[in-house]
């Protein structure tokens, strides 16, 4: 189970974790913890602005204020568990302290970084540990920096699940295992570290990555196969289209991993993608649950299992830019699609869409709008673009349908005519013979009324509707 930053805010916040410790008491639990809301943001601001000691001060007493607020509330004052917090927050606090003096005087190496972020995790995750145990549960506190052992990619590691394995069959294992104990693992999410040890972090998501990477390595090292992720958020699940689009849309309640993977990764923030890459080999179940509502009976699971007969969800990216290289000259020339990927990798660029008209003469492809200036200089400053090539470029938005529904001609014609009703021009479109996911390219005004009109006439055609 994956607890994030808004299951941590206050007393009845923490309660509310007990409450769902007692509904699963008779199953072995593992605890992935997020930082509390802010800190990760606190730290990384802490880390960049170092000119005077003034402004470290000012920002570690933020995150000390915000963590003894906490504690004061969840335990008695100057009890055994409220002084075991106290010192460790002070601890943790000090070598920060240390690091920040390391980083004035080397610089913000990547590793720092990544070292600064992972003290958001570490205290958070020891305060939840220290409450289990004063309300009589038997926890322990674990570092997944001991645990989980990564590739050298700061800020955005993967996990060499090899290595982690073996760890996860020493160090993990034997607790989860032991017949004659029940104990609560409590583990930082978001950090592990590599070869020779550096601390490094997870990137976005880094929590409920954890948590899938846990469950997949007790599913590789251990006999019991009946495992399961929970990721508790402030929602009920994975909603088929964002609210703020359509107020009143509902829940999808099954998916499979494919499926999720799309929504995820298009526009989609309760969930990063990444997470299923870690479970879905083995077919792990995962759950996104209300953690107001623990006992709801709707929410999301992630599995083999799901409805082919529906469309899943619509998501959007909001800003995009589709950028069209055009050449008349350049027909059947070979290698412009490598060239213009490489521009774009060189340029650390991400491209999420392309679209080539049949007879080559213009390519068009999507990046974010925030990095459109960027791309554009790079392909201005290459020779090979800037002499036979001309550069458009717009700001758009994307809508993405996902399902094995849309793969229907029929579906794909109510699309069509749905957005024609609202005189909606569709730019650029982009599928795959097999794939699940349509993406439509349309103007950036008209894409709420785009969502809106496809949901209000393929009403019956999403699972949430029945």
Known sequence: MKFGGSCLIDKNAFKKILEITSIYKD???VYVVSALNGITDLLLKTANNLETDKEIDKNIALIEKKHLNIIGQIFTEDSEHYLKAKDWIDKNLSELEDTCADIKEFGLEPYYKDYIMSFGEILSTYILNQYLLSNGLDSLFFSTNKLIITNDEFNNAYPLYDLTNARTKRLLLPLLENPNKDIIICLTGFIGRNKIGYITTLGRGGSD????????SLYDVGNDKCIKVTLWK?????LAINPKYVPHSFLIKNLDYDEAKHIANFGAKILHPKC????EKHKIPLEI???NTPLEKNYTEISERSDKNYIKGISAVEFATIIT???GSMVDVPGVLAKIFKVMSKNNISVSLVAQSSSEISTSFIISEEDYEKAITALKSSKYFLEFFEIKWEHVAVINITGLKILETKTKAEIFNALDKKNIKIKAISQSYDELNLSLVIEREKLVDAINVIHDDLYEEFEGSK
């Open 325 to 327: 290289i055009i050449s």
């Open 209 to 216: 990555y954890t948590a899938s990477i846990i469950a997949r």
């Open 27 to 29: 199953i072995k639990k």
């Open 276 to 279: 299923l890459e870690a479970i």
């Open 234 to 238: 402030d929602v009920d699940g994975l």
């Open 289 to 291: 649950r209300n953690f």
